[in-house]
């Protein structure tokens, strides 16, 4: 199985307030978060983590010995901190700031920040993001919410979890229409 994810921020007590997300505290975020992620994500499974895995986090390596599955991170804004903790690759299989890939016949642009426009957008390509969050007050998101091949893979939106391709685009036409 492919799984999708973006912005878990381990570790970033004030992201509960910030995206107004369901825990008490930031050791029950991240609890609930790696519960999620191991109940989902197999040893066999791909992960594409869009980004923003960690912030603020003083054990990086806590919570990359828990992440089941073969992963690619790709970089988002607040990776490069946690990154310097690490020899990150000895934990994923690719890290770059960008991918295209194919699965399942669907031709895929991976990024951690929205873009208005990536390879083979005009002929049914995805791109699939992060970074935003569930934020839909951004002067960029009435247009953005109108790009029906730019599916947002933040944890906010996708139940907390990794997510299919599939669940990614029935969680980003309920986030559209919020």
Known sequence: MVYFSADAHFGHANIIRHCSRPFASVE????????NWRRRVSDDDTVYILGDLMFFCKNPEYYLRQLTGRKHLIVGNHDKVW?????????????QPMLEIRIDGRD????????MTWDGASEGSYLIYGHIHN????????????????LNAGVEINGYMPVTFEETLQNNQVFRTK
């Open 28 to 35: 029950e975020m991240d609890t609930a978060l790696l519960e």
């Open 83 to 95: 990154m310097k903790k690490v020899r990150a690759e000895d934990y994923f299989e690719s890290i």
């Open 108 to 115: 895929m642009t991976l990024c951690h920040y929205p873009m």
């Open 135 to 150: 934020n839909t007050k951004d002067v960029y998101w009435p247009l953005l919410s109108q790009m029906e091949n730019a």
